[in-house]
């Protein structure tokens, strides 16, 4: 463990401002015809925990998840317990999860320029390449935090893009910004069956994230306890699990292929 104090992202009226101006530009509607609800289960930063604990409780209920990975970051220690190392991530890739993009060194994106973008996107996949794993088709946004200049940028990189604002995903949601809903803290496992019996309802795709997946979580993660039951409940409620990427195709009515022949 360290004793590293975790960066946090503007929450000014300003930062808020943004990201309620950000969510109007640069948008890419979603196109849903579901007769069964999806749900997709995240995890970002990507600590050995999740990578671990986590992909257990998916596997043994026959699904994948997403992992948003910054390269840059694997192996240190740090306030989630650590982050997965270069061998659990392959492990990951493997076993079929989805190993997505969260940028080189976990960069704000709602403040930094569309040249830091960039060169973090690139760093992130070219180390990808070097671990002989296959580009990421996703991103999320580290700190939800989120920008003009980002969506602009990533509009023509990825599938999709997830942010942190609570919703579902239903025609017409952006795809550059899409709602995620956290199982983290004390009212992790409410919230999450909160937004599984809503997304049931319409029927939609969900979204939900979490980090590190262990018996004494910090205040980003939930207990494995917490995890599996989750997992179970979506499962029990007929939801179709998909990864992030797998929603995303659907959404954006284009195989990941010819987006990327289209980028």
């Known amino acids: 463990m360290t004793d590293e104090i975790p960066y946090t992202a503007d929450r000014s009226l300003y930062g808020k401002l943004r990201r309620r101006v950000a969510r ?11 007769s069964r609800p999806m749900v997709s289960f995240t995890f970002d930063d990507a ?9 257990a409780i998916l596997e043994r209920h026959n699904v994948h998840g997403t992992y948003f ?6 192996g240190r220690p740090c306030h989630l317990g650590a982050y997965a190392r270069v061998d659990e991530v392959k492990a990951l890739a ?4 989805e190993i997505a993009c969260h940028t080189f060194s976990h960069l704000d994106c709602g403040k930094a320029s569309s040249r830091d973008i960039a060169h973090e996107l690139d760093r992130n996949q ?7 794993l296959a580009p990421s088709q996703t991103f999320a946004y580290p700190y939800g935090d989120v920008s003009r200049q980002a969506k602009s940028l ?8 997830r942010a942190l604002h609570h919703g579902l995903i239903t025609t017409g ?3 550059n910004q899409t709602p995620g809903v956290g199982i983290e803290g004390e009212d992790s496992e409410t919230t999450a069956m909160h937004w599984l019996r809503k997304a049931a309802a319409v029927p939609a795709w969900l979204v939900l994230y979490t980090h590190d997946v262990r018996e004494n979580p910090s205040p980003w993660g939930c207990t494995p306890d917490v995890f599996e039951r989750v997992v179970a409940a979506a499962c029990a409620m007929g939801f179709e699990i998909v990864t992030y990427a797998e929603g995303a ?4 009515g284009m195989s990941a292929a010819s987006f990327n022949r289209a980028a």
Do not use: E, F
């Not at 109007?24 to 579901?34: E, Q, S």
């Not at 600590?47 to 992909?55: D, E, L, M, R």
């Not at 990975?69 to 694997?74: F, Y």
């Open 126 to 132: 070219q180390a990808l390449r070097n671990m002989h």
């Open 173 to 175: 949601t952006d795809l």
């Open 47 to 55: 600590p050995g925990s999740a990578a671990i604990t986590g992909a």
């Open 69 to 74: 990975i910054c390269a840059g970051l694997m």
């Open 154 to 161: 990533l509009n023509t990189r990825y599938l999709a893009s």
């Open 249 to 252: 195709r659907r959404a954006s």
């Open 24 to 34: 109007v530009m640069h948008v890419r509607p979603a196109r849903l015809d579901m």
């Open 94 to 97: 493997a076993a079929g999860h």
